[in-house]
Nanobody
Framework: QVQLVESGGGLVQAGGSLRLSCSAS????????MGWYRQAPGKQRDLVAD???????NYADSVKGRFTISRDNAKSTVYLQMNGLKPEDTAVYYC??????????WGKGALVFVSS
């Protein structure tokens, strides 16, 4: 089994910054893509950013230029640096990893609340 543990969420004022981390443990043999998704109340879960094993990144238009995704393969950890936070960024943020077999694993989520 694979376990994902997220950390770094919390309450921040608009314009502030937070850094999310997600570490994978357990039967993590080979991780391909790692990514962050978010789900606001009453809305669907959407991709925020993802990163391939080779380091190629992809961002939602709404976060481009403000968020940065990175990963540490040796630690099986993915990060999301969030700057210039806006109230509309308020959501539960979930990390997801995709194994070399194509299996997806999700974290339990970290709440980010941005006050105006």
């Amino acid at each position: 089994q694979v376990q994902l543990v997220e950390s770094g969420g919390g309450l921040v004022q608009a314009g502030g910054s937070l850094r999310l981390s997600c570490s994978a443990s357990g039967s993590v043999f080979r991780v391909n893509a790692m990514g962050w998704y978010r789900q606001a109340p009453g809305k669907q879960r959407d991709l925020v950013a993802d990163i391939t094993s080779g380091g190629s990144t992809n961002y939602a238009d709404s976060v481009k230029g403000r968020f940065t995704i990175s990963r540490d393969n040796a630690k099986s950890t993915v990060y999301l640096q969030m700057n210039g936070l806006k109230p509309e960024d308020t959501a539960v943020y979930y990390c997801r990893i995709t194994s070399s077999f194509g299996n997806h694993y999700w974290g339990k989520g970290a709440l980010v609340f941005v006050s105006s």
